[in-house]
């Protein structure tokens, strides 16, 4: 079709660039046309008396939170039509498509005075935002009033990820500022100043602006952001946060789904980056935004829960001249619990049980009363007991006092995508698993899997999955990740019964698994193992290797 490479741009983009570009140009005019065109059929006198009540300038109404305007008014400048938005109530206003058919005229300056950046600016004071920035994009209009935003209108993402080009994903993530649905981080966006709360809103616009360039968009975005909320008159304070916030935006979700979160090394890294407790609080509500704006399934309770895990643990170390370490840390777990009416209520031989469970992360990882929770259900499990939920998603918690073959559980519902497990040592030879899956299943395959359960503890079974594909660089054993465990990173092309057949690796080496995050993007899968630390797994860390790679002393 004519399209070649550029620089900046391969073939590809352009002419999907170019298709997205027609394709509004497109629907807005036939929008305009077939309201011109039908605008006689629905003419009635009577509302001719409404609209002389709803006029609010001349050929432009108000009625019912619905702006119109007529196909014959056209604005005089830019200025004018900043003023007349500005003048609308501050609630979530509608364009007709003959309002947007008036805003598509207003002449265009080649460069924006000062004032028209003053009133600009106050844009972005409104709680209901994003209609008019809407509105101003579907005009044209927003390319004008931010020169930066031309670059990426219409620019294609093929991530397989994201399902809006740019422009429409940074217009959406302001959708989601307003529509905060998760009562928390509501409350910590409505605890900003007014100037906060400002800043956020040009940030979760600005975010990805810097997608289409050469370079980091991260980096390159915080550049114009820089010059931009100069224009706009920011104070200084502001600009900088502002520029640390689109440097670091998919940090906190990256971190959050890929690293140990517990790990006293991940979380100094991680606060590190953030600088302080107010940058962690608009972080977390930008990340917030910015994975809702996605697509519609991108967030999830799965990481919905991992980032407000990181995001308390984060602003508990900055509170802390320096992290604590993990004996602290589950110290002061153990005297919260200690202060639980209901652990007090104990038997003191029952109380001790718990205080001596020998894995730091459980403590950790759980509150208080999760804690408890857990360990007086796995004080009465004489043999083994299972609790499934299928609401959501399918959730397998599992108590025992014998060997569970989890690895030969696992090949047979290689069918389902296992997102998150935990397994964790108690007190009595009883250990703890816990599953989750991604999707649920038919309600009359919950009595297979108690069946599939009680199989399992047949350690004699094998599983009959054909060895994943690993290459060494696809993994890294960290035997310093802490005190207590190592850790071990794979990062490799998602398999069919992978996770099954590491399981089965470490049953036959007898390594015992703290807990196991799995995650899979773009047909990668993300798995991190902390495994309890032992002479056989650190002194025998290049054999480890070597058969999680296939490669068998007897091949």
């Not at 364009?95 to 207003?106: G, M």
């Not at 600009?239 to 689109?246: E, F, K, P, S």
């Not at 038919?442 to 079974?461: A, G, R, T, V």
């Amino acid at each position: 079709m004519g399209f070649k490479d550029k620089k900046l741009q391969n073939a590809q983009t352009i002419l999907a660039k170019k298709t997205l570009e027609s394709l509004w140009t497109l629907k807005i005019t036939s929008q305009i046309y077939i309201k011109r065109l039908t605008a006689p059929l629905f003419f009635n006198s009577e509302n001719i008396a409404i609209l002389k009540k709803s006029r609010i300038a001349k050929g432009v109404y108000l009625h019912e939170d619905i702006l119109y305007a007529s196909f014959n008014a056209k604005p005089t400048s830019l200025k004018e039509v900043l003023e007349l938005l500005l003048s609308l109530p501050d609630r979530d206003i509608k364009f007709d498509i003959s309002a947007i058919h008036y805003l598509r005229q207003t002449p265009r300056p080649k460069h924006n005075s000062a004032q028209i950046y003053r009133l600009f600016r106050r844009f972005f004071n409104r709680t209901y935002l994003n209609p008019i920035l809407y509105a101003l994009y579907k005009s044209g209009l927003l390319k004008t009033l931010i020169k930066p935003m031309a670059h990426i209108t219409n620019l294609p993402q093929f991530d397989g990820y994201h399902i809006y080009p740019v422009d429409i994903h940074s217009l959406k993530t302001v959708w989601h500022l307003e529509h905060i649905k998760d009562p928390f981080i509501q409350g910590i966006f409505d605890d900003l100043c007014g100037e906060g709360k400002a800043l956020l809103r040009l940030v979760v616009l600005f975010h990805d602006i810097g997608k289409g360039r050469k370079g980091d968009h991260s980096e390159i975005g915080a550049k114009l952001f820089r010059v931009y909320a100069q224009k706009l008159n920011f104070s200084e304070d502001a600009i900088n946060m502002g520029v640390r916030l689109i440097r670091i935006h998919i940090l906190m979700s990256n971190v959050a789904s890929r690293e140990d979160i517990y790990s006293q090394k991940v979380l100094l890294a991680f606060v590190a980056q953030v600088g302080s407790p107010q940058a962690l609080r608009l972080l977390y509500i930008l990340t917030y935004c910015d994975i809702n704006g996605v697509n519609p399934n991108a967030y999830s309770t799965f990481n919905a829960r991992l980032l407000r895990v990181l995001f308390n643990l984060s602003l508990e170390a900055f509170n802390n001249d320096t992290l604590i370490d993990e004996a602290t840390r589950r110290r002061r777990k153990e005297l919260a619990l200690q202060r639980l009416p209901e652990f007090l209520d104990l038997p003191a031989i029952q109380r001790r049980k718990i205080l001596a469970i020998p894995s730091n992360f459980f403590f950790l990882k759980h509150a208080p009363l999760e804690i408890f929770n857990l360990s007086t259900w796995a004080l009465h499990v004489k043999d083994y007991d299972a609790k499934i939920e299928n609401h959501d998603h399918l959730n397998i918690k599992l108590v025992r006092t014998r060997a569970f073959n989890l690895g030969y559980f696992l090949s047979k519902l290689v069918f389902l995508n296992l997102a998150h497990m935990e397994i964790f040592k108690l007190f009595d030879e009883k250990k703890y698993f816990h599953m989750e899956f991604s999707s649920t299943v038919e309600d009359e395959e919950i009595y297979h899997i108690h069946k599939l359960i009680e199989d399992s503890f047949d350690m004699s079974k094998k599983t009959s999955l054909e060895p994943p594909k690993i290459a060494p660089n696809e993994l890294n054993l960290d035997c310093e990740h802490s005190n207590s465990y190592a850790q071990l990173f794979l990062n490799t092309k998602d398999q069919q019964g992978l996770m099954a057949y590491i399981i089965s690796l470490f049953d036959e080496l007898g390594l015992d698994i703290a807990s196991a995050k799995i995650q899979t993007i773009k047909r990668k899968a993300r798995n991190l193992f902390l495994i309890e630390k032992q002479a056989k797994l650190c002194d025998n860390k290049e054999k480890i290797i070597a058969l999680l790679c296939g490669k068998r002393e007897d091949n």
